[in-house]
């Protein structure tokens, strides 16, 4: 024998359908609505630098409205929200968005990582589905070992080294090594012999300014920006009966992975801007310093 509320079923669907119709699924059911979500942005990049990490990204579709920055810690916790960053927006001709930050007050030697995400004017980007990325706040010098080879101060120029980068890097400070019997100011620069030689950051190291054999650094008024791939030449201005610093030969240095010195570099005030390079791997004049 049948059961009557097994017969009347059928009457029961049709009412719950003509409900579904009049009302909508998600009133009946609770479900809410769905949201569309945009792209995520792409080619996010973290450069660290000191007790701040730069970030840098590409939104293809050039239609975002708002970008917010994500991060946590090293300590495994959740991502948060960093309150108010100054964001800056760049459109190209081809309708594409490149963002860029600078993420300040971190703890050096602290690793930080990072998501961006984009809102446009109907949806937002998953948090899951934007690129994470990390960078380590600090003051990391490239050169880290120095065997010098024998002291000269019979040439008047902009004397150094030609870096190879491998990564991106944000420079701090220029450093000249502290030799004996050192008194007078020395110039230092960054050249981009890819620009004309032109000069992207300069400082003025007054020795000795620290103890024979290290490193005297002066920090740049704006940290300068190098990119992976490209070649820059480190310099410090000697003059003739000046002070000593050591030669290319018998001079050899070790360095940080972020880049490699192809050979040592000089440019004579009798011809100021034509730099010429002098040695192999690792050989330098000076030596010069940088840290990032």
């Known amino acids: 024998m049948i059961d009557s509320f097994v017969l009347l079923t059928p009457l029961l669907m049709l009412g719950v359908i003509a409900l579904v119709r009049f009302v909508g699924c998600n009133q009946v059911f609770g479900i809410?609505?769905?949201?569309?979500?945009?792209?995520?942005?792409?080619?996010?990049?973290?450069?660290?630098?000191?007790?701040?990490?730069?970030?840098?990204?590409?939104?293809?579709?050039?239609?975002?409205?708002?970008?917010?920055?994500?991060?946590?810690?090293?300590?495994?916790?959740?991502?948060?929200?960093?309150?108010?960053?100054?964001?800056?927006?760049?459109?190209?001709?081809?309708?594409?968005?490149?963002?860029?930050?600078?993420?300040?007050?971190?703890?050096?030697?602290?690793?930080?990582?990072?998501?961006?995400?984009?809102?446009?004017?109907?949806?937002?980007?998953?948090?899951?589905?934007?690129?994470?990325?990390?960078?380590?706040?600090?003051?990391t010098a490239f050169v880290t070992l120095v065997m010098a080879g024998s002291p000269r101060n019979n040439f008047s120029g902009w004397v150094g080294m030609a870096v190879q980068m491998y990564g991106d890097a944000l420079v701090t400070q220029l450093g000249r090594l502290v030799v004996a019997n050192n008194t007078r100011p020395h110039a230092l620069r960054i050249v981009d012999p890819a620009q004309g030689n032109t000069v992207l950051g300069t400082v003025t190291v007054n020795m000795p300014a620290g103890p024979i054999g290290e490193f005297a650094y002066q920090p740049l008024p704006q940290a300068?920006?190098?990119?992976?791939?490209?070649?820059?030449?480190?310099?410090?201005?000697?003059?003739?009966?000046?002070?000593?610093?050591?030669?290319?030969?018998?001079?050899?240095?070790t360095t940080t992975a972020i880049g490699s010195i192809l050979s040592g570099v000089y440019s004579d005030?009798?011809?100021?801007?034509?730099?010429?390079?002098?040695?192999?791997?690792?050989?330098t004049y000076g030596p010069v310093n940088f840290t990032y």
């Open 224 to 253: 300068v920006a190098l990119q992976a791939f490209r070649i820059y030449y480190f310099l410090t201005h000697e003059d003739n009966l000046g002070d000593l610093f050591h030669d290319i030969l018998g001079t050899s240095v």
């Open 32 to 139: 809410d609505p769905t949201v569309q979500t945009a792209p995520p942005p792409t080619n996010l990049k973290a450069v660290a630098g000191d007790q701040r990490v730069d970030l840098t990204w590409d939104y293809e579709h050039g239609d975002a409205t708002k970008f917010e920055i994500w991060y946590h810690d090293n300590t495994g916790s959740l991502y948060v929200l960093y309150p108010s960053p100054e964001i800056h927006i760049e459109t190209t001709q081809g309708q594409v968005q490149h963002g860029r930050t600078s993420i300040p007050n971190l703890t050096n030697g602290t690793t930080y990582f990072f998501k961006v995400t984009a809102y446009t004017a109907q949806s937002s980007s998953s948090l899951n589905d934007s690129v994470e990325v990390f960078a380590t706040p600090g003051v």
């Open 269 to 283: 005030d009798v011809a100021p801007d034509t730099y010429m390079l002098v040695g192999s791997n690792n050989q």
